[in-house]
């Protein structure tokens, strides 16, 4: 008998030791599913307008302002549209009209594909791998473009209701014209800001997190517009 009693009791801190990890594992695999599932609606919306308006139309994924810098910004969702005569620029895209950016779940980010440290090792360059854009053609073909977002035209009619409405919508580095133009992309990275934070305190974003994750980057099915998730 005090022999079963003493097997329970291990059990019992076995099991409570090892909640928090459960719980961390979890809340992370909800996260990314939830995450994927939110990107997976807003690149069928862009889709679905391309078609409808025979226009080049997609999601721009940009962080907001934050006064503590990028790696604690929240990130969001803008739809784009091609428009020269708004815009006044060759590959020019703005806002679509009466849609507010969606934003990311707490804590998790998108991110262009890097491949090495040096690629991610400032905040000028998080700033950068964490704006860029997909894309679709008026036939509702994923595909890639030159991409240059301009505010002209543009505040007014989206940002009204967001904070530091300028900061948040500016081009990747220049913030008045020539604006820099981008090709739009075909995958990328989702990324638990936590663990991306650490890495980066140790000046290595890449090597202790970020390579498992380029590994198995996430793509766009080019025909239905949707992730093929990791490890499919």
């Given amino acids: 008998m005090p ?4 097997v329970i009791a291990i059990v019992v801190l076995v099991t409570v030791v090892s909640m928090p990890a459960i719980d ?19 690149l069928s919306s862009a889709r679905a307008m391309a078609t409808s308006e025979h226009r080049y139309v997609g999601i721009r994924f940009q962080k907001i302002y934050d006064e503590r810098g990028p790696l604690y910004a929240d990130q969001y969702m803008i739809f784009i549209v091609y428009d ?3 815009t006044k ?3 020019g895209f703005r806002a679509v009209e009466g849609i507010k950016p969606m934003k990311l779940p707490e804590n998790i980010g998108a991110m262009e594909i890097v491949a090495d440290d040096t690629e991610i090792d400032n ?22 473009h030159l991409v240059r977002v301009a505010s002209n035209n543009v505040k007014d009619m989206v940002f009204d209701q967001m904070p530091h409405q300028y900061a948040m919508f500016q081009e990747d580095e ?9 090709p739009s992309r075909r995958s990328f990275l989702i990324y638990d800001n936590r663990e991306f ?9 890449y090597t202790d997190y970020l390579k498992q994750l380029a590994e198995k980057p996430l793509y766009i099915n080019p025909y239905t517009g949707t992730i093929i998730s990791q490890g499919q």
């Fill in 174 to 182: 220049d913030v008045t014209p020539p604006y820099k133009q981008e």
């Fill in 24 to 42: 961390v594992f979890f809340n992370s695999f909800a996260s990314q599913g939830s995450t994927e599932a939110m990107i997976n609606a807003a």
């Fill in 123 to 144: 905040e000028a360059k998080v700033k950068d791998k964490t704006t860029f854009s997909i894309v679709f053609s008026p036939s509702g073909k994923m595909v890639v």
């Fill in 89 to 91: 620029l060759a590959y």
């Fill in 197 to 205: 934070r650490r890495a980066y305190d140790n000046d290595r974003p």
């Fill in 84 to 86: 020269y005569d708004k």
């Fill in 3 to 6: 022999e079963i009693l003493t």
